[in-house]
T-cell receptor
Framework: DAKTTQPTSMDCAEGRAANLPCNHSTISGNEYVYWYRQIHSQGPQYIIH???NNETNEMASLIITEDRKSSTLILPHATLRDTAVYYCIVRVEGSGYALNFGKGTSLLVTP | SAVISQKPSRDICQRGTSLTIQCQVDSQVTMMFWYRQQPGQSLTLIAT?????????ESGFVIDKFPISRPNLTFSTLTVSNMSPEDSSIYLC????????????FGPGTRLLVL
């Protein structure tokens, strides 16, 4: 699986949009971009994933650049409960292989 | 998403003892995995639990230390054997293939402290 690079930490004011970037310049054509988050040592929570088109669900939006070398996870209206470590992971969908977790981005949402 | 439970949720154990962690999912899945998260670190894969056959272990993890069972498509156990303080971690199971989904879902984790 391709390697990802994320900032170590970010801050965001409550109510504002949180934009979390991820670089995956070596991504292959059949690899998806997945986002998970881990709140205070709970089990990681699936957020969203995509291949090349932008995706949106009830939790977040995923914007993938046209060359697929980077992506941005957007939490449109961050709340204090969104404080967590966010992991960007690249893998072939349904490959049956485990997820390769990097260090992720620690997002702090402040009042 | 998948409803996954782990038992126990946390435990404090003495060195030299063993602990078995259970992972139960509410519907059949194709894949089950076990991860370890040491304090302040990211998740590391221990092994893939294979139904009806021996688990597949990652480099640095061995069956004698972390025996795994998967007797059916909804249940797996991980045993941490002959524990030392270095085994203090969060142990997480994950599943793939839940109701046809190719997304992996995680259990809540088991917090283990070894004294």
């Amino acid at each position: 699986d391709a390697k990802t690079t994320q900032p170590t930490s970010m801050d965001c004011a409550e109510g504002r949009a949180a934009n979390l970037p991820c670089n995956h310049s070596t991504i292959s054509g059949n690899e998806y971009v997945y986002w998970y988050r881990q709140i205070h040592s709970q089990g990681p929570q699936y957020i969203i994933h995509g291949l090349k088109n932008n995706e949106t669900n009830e939790m977040a939006s995923l914007i993938i650049t046209e060359d697929r070398k980077s992506s941005t996870l957007i939490l449109p209206h961050a709340t204090l409960r969104d404080t967590a470590v966010y992991y960007c992971i690249v893998r072939v969908e349904g490959s049956g292989y485990a997820l390769n977790f990097g260090k992720g981005t620690s997002l702090l949402v402040t009042p | 998403s998948a409803v996954i439970s782990q038992k126990p949720s946390r435990d404090i154990c003495q060195r030299g003892t063993s602990l078995t962690i259970q992972c139960q999912v509410d519907s059949q899945v194709t894949m089950m995995f076990w991860y370890r998260q040491q304090p302040g670190q990211s998740l590391t894969l221990i092994a893939t639990a294979n139904q009806g056959s021996e688990a597949t272990y990652e480099s640095g993890f061995v069956i004698d230390k972390f025996p795994i069972s998967r007797p059916n498509l909804t249940f797996s156990t991980l045993t941490v054997s002959n524990m030392s303080p270095e085994d203090s971690s969060i142990y997480l199971c994950s599943v793939e293939g839940y109701r046809g989904s190719e997304t992996q879902y995680f259990g809540p984790g088991t917090r283990l402290l070894v004294l």
